[in-house]
């Protein structure tokens, strides 16, 4: 009796069984949380909350408190009648209290607790199974015996009764436990092993998309890290693009401050000048003496030779501010503003700003330089190994300056049958184009062996070759990493140390080492560069029959170095990208006069 009471005590007023996550309102009764939370939801609509037990009321919902100790007695007596608990039929003889049934009679269609089995009778026709509260189903409804047999030609579970006078006299039957086995174990095996399989391929699926999706993840971190380079890579330039620019200003700005500074010194010795004459002549005017008027020289080419002498420092640039002058220095100012939106860094040289000259009616552009006086390098060129732009590239310059280039710039397309398993081959969208660009890849790309990949270095050719006449490439290379661009015969070796673009007779290179040292190479011989020298933008000027390959650094414009060779074959563009390179692309022009 005490277990029944204790029992009784644990049950919920809501939904009439053992607590569940007891909880306990204010007013102090304890309810399962669901339960008083179903409860709490169907009054929200009537403002006031009340209590199912007391009815206490409650203007705002009340706060749920969990009944730890409560808990923790539920928690103790299922734990000693886990079975019981499990089934929820109780015994049928104990009115008093509910206590939880062991089995059931299918003969009394009764179930018993522990109790009242030890008193219920053995024999046979008593069958004991485990508690449940479909009795009658397992008793024939004609003759109200239990089931016992299974008719395997009706199909149906009968009785003794059925299989010796009833209707199914004379069929085959089964026992019960032999005919379910038979027929719907075995079948229900079957279903199970094919669902078993359905769950291994959709788990096998599962883990195929998670593979996936890891990798889709991993290759955005991939894209992100290399846009953000680029970004951080285009920021830097834009800085040292303000700087330059800045400069420029300042220095326009000086020259014009010293031209000014000039002619004020001048006028202030010309007004000091004009001041002491006009002491002179009022001193004469104020001599008495007529003699001494007379005698003096004519005062009057004074004026004359004042207008000669402003009429000669106009002629020679001198006396007053050549206004236009400073307006056209301003507007020259201006152009370098604009040329550096369009993406062109114009430098100064010697006595002018570069020029920036649009190519016929298209929208490319190059830069071209003029030089006042004698053409000697500036000492800082001449100590960087390098050769400003002057007399020494006329050719290029005035083939620009009547529209050589007549055809606008395409971007070079790169052979991947040609590239190695490190080099990553993309397309980059840039405002007018779309540009095959060549980067270093950390793994291997596991591309099929072939006898035109190279295989020893990082190396790619361009699809399309120049096997006659004059041709203009502009290359836009990675600040980081080593690199090397050029040109190249197709015939250079695949393998093999001879494979380095300049380190054979069949190629020849403008190449970045990992200091930041560049040099040019053909047929293995090295051409130092000195000094400070920047050359993320390439260019190449190429002139098939003079045999001529010029090396241009175009920001600002040097030629680096031009080689002379007999060419005997067509010429593809080469890279080879080293650890870190994250960018090679470029654009070709065709010249003709």
């Excluded at 920021?235 to 220095?251: H, M, T």
């Excluded at 081959?425 to 072939?450: C, F, G, M």
Aim: glycine share 6%; proline share 3%.
């Amino acid at each position: 009796m005490a277990s029944a009471d204790l029992r009784k005590e644990l049950d919920c007023s809501i939904c009439l069984s053992i607590f569940t996550d007891p909880v306990t309102l204010r007013c102090g009764h304890n309810f399962c949380r669901v339960c008083i939370d179903q409860v709490l939801d169907a009054q929200e609509g009537s403002g006031v909350y009340s209590c199912p037990d007391c009815r206490s009321e409650y203007q705002k919902r009340p706060a749920l408190i969990q009944n730890i100790t409560l808990c923790n007695i539920v928690r103790s007596f299922l734990s000693t009648q886990p079975d019981q608990e499990e089934t929820g039929i109780y015994c049928t003889y104990c009115v008093d209290s509910p206590v939880p049934a062991a089995k059931s009679c299918l003969m009394c269609e009764a179930s018993l607790c522990d109790k009242h089995l030890r008193v219920h009778s053995k024999s046979a026709e008593h069958v004991l199974c485990d508690p449940t509260t479909a009795l009658g189903n397992r008793k024939c409804s004609v003759h109200k015996k239990i089931l016992e047999y299974y008719c395997t030609e009706d199909a149906a579970c009968i009785c003794v009764s059925c299989s010796l006078a009833g209707e199914h006299r004379g069929h085959q039957v089964e026992l019960l436990d032999v005919a379910s086995e038979k027929k719907k174990k075995k079948k229900l095996r079957n279903v199970l092993q094919k669902l078993t399989i359905k769950r291994e391929e959709a788990e096998k699926r599962v883990q195929s998309l998670e593979e996936s999706r890891r990798g889709d993840q991993k290759k955005a971190a991939g894209v992100t890290e290399t846009v953000t380079a680029l970004f951080r890579d285009l920021g830097r330039q834009l800085k040292d693009l303000e700087k330059r620019v800045l400069s420029e200003i300042s220095k326009q700005e000086q020259r014009v401050s010293l031209s000014v500074s000039d002619l004020i010194q001048q006028l202030e010795i010309k007004k000091d000048e004009l001041s002491r004459k006009m002491r002179h002549i009022e001193e004469l005017c104020n001599v008495s003496d007529p003699v001494t008027v007379l005698r003096e020289p004519d005062t009057g080419d004074w004026c004359d030779a004042g207008d000669r002498e402003r009429h000669d420092n106009q002629i020679h640039g001198e006396g007053d501010l050549d206004v236009g002058h400073v307006s056209e220095t301003l507007h020259t100012l201006y152009d370098i503003i604009t040329s550096i939106n369009k993406g062109i860094y114009v430098q100064e040289s010697t006595d002018r700003v570069q020029e920036v000259n649009p190519v016929g009616n298209t929208e490319s552009y190059v830069i071209t330089g003029v030089r006042k006086g004698n053409n000697a390098p500036d000492p800082t060129e001449k100590a960087l190994g390098v050769t400003p732009v002057g007399h020494a590239e006329s050719d290029i310059i005035a083939g620009i300056k009547i529209g050589l280039y007549v055809h606008q710039g395409t971007s070079i397309l790169l052979d991947k049958n040609t590239a190695s398993n490190y080099i990553c081959l993309t397309q980059d969208w840039y405002p007018r184009e779309v540009n095959d660009t060549a980067r270093w890849s950390d793994k291997s790309l596991n591309r099929p062996e072939t006898p035109e990949r190279f295989q020893h270095y990082n190396q790619v050719l361009s699809t399309s070759s120049f096997s006659s006449g004059r041709h203009y490439l502009d290359m836009t290379v990675s600040h980081l990493g080593w690199w090397s661009v050029g040109m190249s015969y197709p015939s250079i070796d695949r393998t093999g140390e001879q494979s380095h673009i300049g380190y054979n007779d069949k190629s020849w290179a403008l190449c970045k080492g990992l200091c930041d040292q560049y040099s040019l190479i053909h047929d293995g011989k090295r051409i130092r560069l000195h000094g400070n020298i920047s050359c993320n933008n390439v260019g190449i000027y190429l002139d098939y029959e003079a045999g001529q390959m010029s090396f241009y650094a175009l920001v600002p414009i040097r030629r680096l170095h031009t080689f002379s060779a007999t060419f005997t074959e067509p010429l593809h563009v080469a890279l080879c990208v080293g650890k870190d390179c994250q960018r090679i692309s470029g654009n070709v022009r065709s010249c003709e006069k």
